[in-house]
């Protein structure tokens, strides 16, 4: 099978097993705070993943819910980074931007190759590739607006001049990092090489193989501490049948490190296809000491396998300091959303987002590196 070939089967296979654990399921028992329904959309030549969405379901976490991403989440990251003395207009402009969301419907979104993560990976562009997946949307959800979200300049050029010919709105979203020779990275930076040499010093190291039925109800333990209590109740509440079942469809593989009772200290879900990976799930006992490094051991096992496997690596958001030292490359994130077919107060909403969003909160992200 010659190596596009492969790539194509990757994803193919991967959309399968997403759709045997998600279509027909309550989401709920596999992301806590999630309220959807899944289904995929054929474009004639794939099948993507799909989440539905009516709008109905108050306090989604945000990688199904517009709102809630452009709403409650953009405002607390905001708050978190910006100067302290900026914070009170930065509520109260989020307060009326939800208001604004709220009245114009934005949930009532169907977001195609959703894969209920932080970061959705992408298969190769092909012609008209957009185009094919509105036109089937359009036809199965006329009165849903239609996303992609997780799209940026560096890696999906072509889905985004696609979209923008077709008409949709580009609304930014995040500042991602990018990591594409991670080899040469590790050669040229002292940060990444001291990590490297860190992680491979470390006892009761856990690779994929080693994490047993035991180990998901402590995975979803760490992963809480961390994306839930320390950052936001925003981010998805991934369960523990969630962790074991796409473990156990492949989807995803853990690395990470016990202590001396073998527990679970730490761990890395990682998550890829057609040549680059991803991190959705990190997590760590957050009342450890910070001078233990879980997080740069977290981040080594990553680097580790995706030079051992030649992948790329999108390391989504946050720390971006820390990632930037080890060569990230930062890259504006979008969301591409086609609304031209729904009220002309919902494509209003949708303007004035992508307006703000580009005006206020892109300089927010390049300054303070977010």
Request: with cysteine; charged share 25%; net charge positive.
């Amino acid at each position: 099978m010659n190596p596009s070939a492969r790539i194509e089967a990757e994803f193919a296979q991967c959309v399968e097993a997403f759709a045997r654990i998600h279509m027909g399921a309550d989401s709920r028992e596999l992301v806590a705070n999630l309220a959807t329904r899944a289904e995929v959309v054929d474009d004639g030549e794939r099948r993507y993943p799909v989440s539905v969405d009516d709008g109905d379901a108050a306090g989604n976490a945000w990688v199904c819910s517009p709102r809630t991403t452009y709403g409650d989440y953009a405002i607390e990251e905001a708050v978190r980074y910006a100067p302290s003395v900026v914070a009170p207009l930065l509520r109260a402009t989020g307060k009326g931007l939800d208001g604004l969301l709220r009245r114009a419907g934005i949930d009532r979104a169907v977001a195609i190759n959703n894969w209920w993560l932080s970061t959705n990976l992408y298969p190769r562009w092909r012609e008209r590739s957009v185009a094919r997946l509105l036109d089937r949307a359009l036809q199965r959800w006329p009165t849903h607006a239609v996303w992609l979200r997780s799209l940026n300049h560096s890696q999906h050029s072509n889905w985004l001049a696609e979209c923008e010919a077709l008409g949709f709105t580009l609304i930014p979203s995040r500042q991602v990092y990018l990591f594409g020779d991670v080899a040469e990275s590790a050669r040229q930076r002292h940060n990444l090489r001291t990590d490297l040499k860190l992680s491979g010093k470390q006892p009761r190291r856990v690779r994929d193989g080693d994490i047993g039925p035991d180990d998901y109800a402590r995975i979803a333990w760490l992963y809480g501490r961390l994306y839930m209590d320390k950052y936001s109740g925003c981010n998805p509440r991934y369960t523990e049948r969630f962790l074991r079942e796409w473990h156990r469809a492949g989807l995803l593989r853990f690395d990470g490190f016990r202590d001396e009772a073998g527990k679970l200290l730490c761990v890395a879900g990682v998550f890829g296809f057609g040549g680059t990976l991803t991190t959705p799930i990190v997590g760590y006992d957050t009342d450890q000491p910070q001078r233990m490094g879980l997080y740069r051991l977290l981040t080594a096992t990553t680097f580790e396998r995706a030079i051992a496997e030649g992948q790329a690596i999108n390391f989504s958001a946050g720390a971006a300091e820390f990632k930037r030292l080890r060569g990230g490359v930062p890259s504006i994130e979008y969301s591409a959303v086609y609304a031209k077919h729904l009220p002309r107060a919902t494509q209003r909403a949708l303007g004035a987002l992508s307006a703000i969003t580009r005006g206020v909160g892109v300089p927010i992200m390049r300054k303070y590196g977010l």
